[in-house]
Structures are given as C-alpha cells and as structure tokens.
C-alpha cells in the first residue's frame, strides 16, 4: 500500500525521536519516499544525518533555508505529500496544529497540508492527559487527523505508564491502514443521522434526549476516511462535526425525517445513528406555559419512525439502524431489524459502563438477519464506527446482506434519468 507513495515525515523534539530512524526506515523499506522535517528541539537527539542517510532525501529544519529557488519549500513538500506522519509528536507540536501556529518549519508546512495527517503522540503519562492536550487531540480529531494512541511502558522520566510512542510497525500499519481504507467505500455515497431531536413545548422548553451525537459524527468520519461522499444530518448534538462532510441541521424528528427523505434516493448507504423522539407534544404553544397548579398533563403523539419509513423506502440501499437498549439487546435488535427492513442493526446496553451516552467509548454488537455478526469490545467510538463502516464496505463488495454488488445509487438514479430523457 505504500509503495510509490510520498511520506513526509515529521520528527519533533521528545527522546522518542530516535526511534524515528527505525519509522523512516520502515517506510523506506515498503516502497515509500519519504521526506523528513525535523524540529530544532528534535535535532538534540537525533542527527539530521542519521535521518538525511535513511531517506535518501535533505532532511528540512529551517523555514527560511530555502534550497531551490523555483519553489517554496514548505508549500512544495505540502502539495507533494500523499500521507504526513508527525512521530513522535509532542504536546507542542500537537498544540499549535490544534491552533493554527506556524512558527517554525514543521509546523509551517502542517498549516499547508491538505493530505491526511497521522500523528503518533509520545509524552509523560500526566502530559497526554492533561485537559489542554486531550482538547487540542479531540479538535485534531473532530478535523480529519488520525492518531496511533501511545502504548504503555518504562518512560523516560521514570514513570511506567501511557506515554511512550507506538512502536515503528504499528505507524507503518496505521499509514497502510489508512490508504486501504481510503479505497473501501470510494465513489459511495453516505447518508449518516447523529444527535438527539428536540420537541417544542413552548419557545422555552422542549422534550430531547442524552444522545450527543458522537457515534454518528465517528460513522460519518470514518465514512469520509474510506473515500465516500458523506452528507451528515444531524439533530442535537455536542462537539464539533467532521470536517470534509455536508453538514445538514434539523432539529426535530419531523425536520430530519424530511431532511433525510430528501436524500434517500441517492444514498448507497444509510446508517441512521441518531436518537429520535418517538414521541412529540399533540400541541406546541406559542407563548411561555405558565405554573398552574401542582401537575401538568402533557398529550403527546407519535412521530414517524424514520427508520421503518426508510425500511419501507428502501430500493437498492444499504440500511444501517442503532437500538439503544437496557436489557434482551439480541431480542430487540433482531426484531428491530426484521421490522424495519434493515441489512444491519448496531445495539448496545447503554446502561452499561462506556457505552451509554456522552462518553467517547462504546460497547456494541451488530446483527444481521442471520444473527449476530460481531460482539466488539469497549473501545473508542471512532474505532467502533471504522469496524463498523469496513463491515458494511465488505457486504457491499459482495461478502452477503441485501446490499452486495449493488451498483451506486447515484449512477442508477442517473441511469433512470436517462433513460426518461431518452
């Protein structure tokens, strides 16, 4: 997967550096050409030469050393970069990419960039879990970079702990990883739901749910990272977006049934994350409701079940439903999914620990019509949503579920449309 492919390998200032010869090697080794920046802090620990020697290339260190007159050195290495890999990465480094700070070379060509990113942290236990760093990771995070998390270990102040770099193999594999999956859902497109509804009362209050909307914003990254084009509908949520994805607001189940209607027939898959209401007031008012009294009786009604009118809609698409539920997840989500026509359901208990709402873990089966097809452990719901999108990209190749070998629902409707013209 790395050969023939350009690396830009940044080094920054951490005695984890010197394992950055091994990395630069490694991708050396599989085919990649691999260019080098160094900060000056790194340079304290590791020659430039040794570096210069493994990569075949100058190594870069100064933002005004400009060595070719035809080009801008920063911006050319930007431009010409199909991967960055910052290892290891200090909590500098991450702090001004988080920020937008482009005061030396690395960081001035990072600003540049518009490959993926991979950044492979390596600090003091009590550093990478400090609120600043786990901020400036989660907006890294949230705008398309990638992270190979530290292992656990002897670091170099004594501590065993989380802290030290991820082995050199393991970022390799992360970078191969990546542009693997940047093939997987390529000319696909993917409708995504996230976040909670909201329903009026009155203009001051309203009936919504815990849902943040985190597993759906990880399904409509990891959608992105395989190479689809996502649209993302999203209700009430918390944190930011993905980037690189149409962004849709609707905020009651009303708003994104139409929302989501109104693009169905495009979509080649559609993974609807969010919690809906499935209930809503049979009146809003228009002014405050003011205290009377020691009760209040509220009439609420049905809303459409979204999914059940996708189910219902479905044609060539690739249907994907969540049931969060508190107990018997197989029996509900089998007969969630057998209901509502879907090819798969992803349930979990979110009274379980790490895996409820707002949290960034999760805890889920998923099913199929023949049953359960995978039981993942807690893990991060970014990681959850890859496992999950990767297995929907194998049904779609052919490997089962309703969805297999279907042509792209675009094309079709294109073909349609065609076809009416002729």
Known sequence: MLKGKTILLGVTGGIAAYKAAILCSRLVQAGADVRVIMTQSAT?????????????????????????????????????????????????????????????????????????????????????????????????????????????????????????LAEPEDIVAAAERLFRQGE?????????????????????????NDSSGRMGFAIAEAARNMGAEVVLVAGRTEGMPPAGVELVHARSAAEMLDAVVARFD??????????????????????????????MTLELVKTTDILQELGARKTRQFLVGFAAETGDIEKYAMD?????????????????EGAG???????????????????????????????????????LDGAGGSGANVQPAWKAADADRDGERR
């Open 184 to 208: 997987l859902l390529a000319g696909r497109r993917v409708l995504v739901t996230a976040g909670g509804t909201v329903e009026r009362l009155d203009p001051v209050r309203f009936l919504t």
């Open 336 to 352: 969630k999914l057998q209901r509502k026509n879907c090819d798969l359901v992803v349930a979990n208990n979110v009274a379980a």
């Open 357 to 395: 709402f707002n949290v960034d873990t999760n805890i889920v089966q998923i099913y199929d019509s023949s049953g359960l097809v995978a039981d993942l452990p807690l893990m991060s719901k970014r990681e959850a949503a890859e496992r999950i999108m990767q297995l929907v990209a194998e049904r």
């Open 44 to 164: 304290k620990f590791i020659t430039p030469l040794t570096l210069q020697t493994l990569s075949r290339h100058p190594v870069y260190l100064d933002t005004f050393d400009e060595k070719d007159p035809s080009v801008v050195a920063h911006i050319d290495l930007a431009d010409h970069a199909d991967l960055i890999i910052v290892a290891p990465a200090t909590a500098n480094i991450i702090g001004k990419m988080a920020n937008g700070l482009a005061d030396d070379m690395l960081s001035t060509t990072l600003l540049a960039a518009t490959s993926p990113i991979i950044v492979a942290p390596a600090m003091n236990v009590h550093m990478y879990e400090h609120p600043a760093v786990v901020a400036n990771i989660q907006t890294l995070a949230s705008r398309g970079v990638r992270f190979v998390e530290p292992g656990t270990g002897q670091l170099a102040c004594g501590y065993v702990a989380k802290g030290r």
């Open 266 to 295: 495009e979509a080649d898959i559609v993974v609807k994350a969010a919690a809906v209401a499935d209930y809503r007031p049979a009146a809003a008012s228009d002014r405050k409701i003011k205290k009377s009294g020691d009760t």
